[in-house]
């Protein structure tokens, strides 16, 4: 199964969609609807046993992230088929306008997007849920709702450690990519994840103490007293 040939034998592959840092995306077809096959590609670097153990223990993570969001109410791709012996699994094909896009050609209302935004973080992170990579571009409108995907660094933890870090993460793209509404953006999110989210306080303050430092440092590379 590590070959694109390999995979077209038992997937109608209609289009390469796009490579990322762990897995390629491909546009295929399930039970006779567009979906997507996302494929963890092997690391040459490592040694075989190991590269198929840990494309195999992520890709059954992506999965259990996926359905646990799901069953909290957020829209992420509905996961239709899961391989992951073979590192793979497909999912629901979402057709929409990038999140990204949208804000900078101001084709939404972005006060509503941060409302929207700060409840549906908290309600994942309520279940456990910790996107690992929440950015503007990991963000789709689809029907007029708000669609997340690429939960590739997903993980399901409760520590206020992880769930300040997606805040984080959040906020260094908005700096970046939409600079002239950062401010308002993240009051209006920080207010709502609050307002949703019990002791979400504690991880406000958590990812405020990470904003100051400059940069994230994993925990156990900090330096000790």
């Not at 057709?95 to 549906?120: F, P, Q």
């Not at 970046?176 to 993240?186: N, V």
């Amino acid at each position: 199964m590590e070959k694109k040939g390999m995979i077209a034998e038992l997937w109608p592959i209609d289009a390469f969609l796009s490579r990322g840092a762990e897995a390629d995306l491909y546009k295929t077809k399930f039970l006779g609807e567009d979906a997507v096959l996302k494929l963890r590609i092997k690391k040459d670097y490592r040694n075989d046993l190991l590269d198929r153990a840990i494309r195999t223990r992520r890709t059954s993570r992506e999965v259990a992230v996926l359905n646990r969001a799901k069953r909290a109410g957020l829209r992420v791709p509905f996961v239709r088929y899961v391989d992951a012996e073979n590192c793979l699994f497909v999912m629901e094909y979402l057709n929409g306008t990038l999140l990204r896009k949208a804000l900078i050609n101001g084709e939404v209302e972005w006060r509503d997007i941060a409302a929207r935004m700060g409840e549906d973080i908290a309600l994942i992170h309520d279940v456990g849920v910790v996107h690992g990579d929440l950015t503007t571009s990991n963000v789709m409108i689809a029907d007029g709702d708000l669609a997340y995907f690429d939960f590739g660094l997903g993980e399901i933890s409760m520590e206020v450690e992880k769930r300040a870090v997606d805040l984080e993460l959040l906020y260094r793209v908005m700096h970046s990519t939409h600079p002239e509404i950062e401010k308002g953006f993240f009051r209006i999110f920080t207010d709502e994840y609050v307002n949703t989210l019990d002791r979400g306080f504690e991880v406000v303050k958590r990812y405020r103490s990470i904003r100051r430092m400059g940069r994230y440092v994993p925990r156990e590379k900090r330096k000790k007293p």
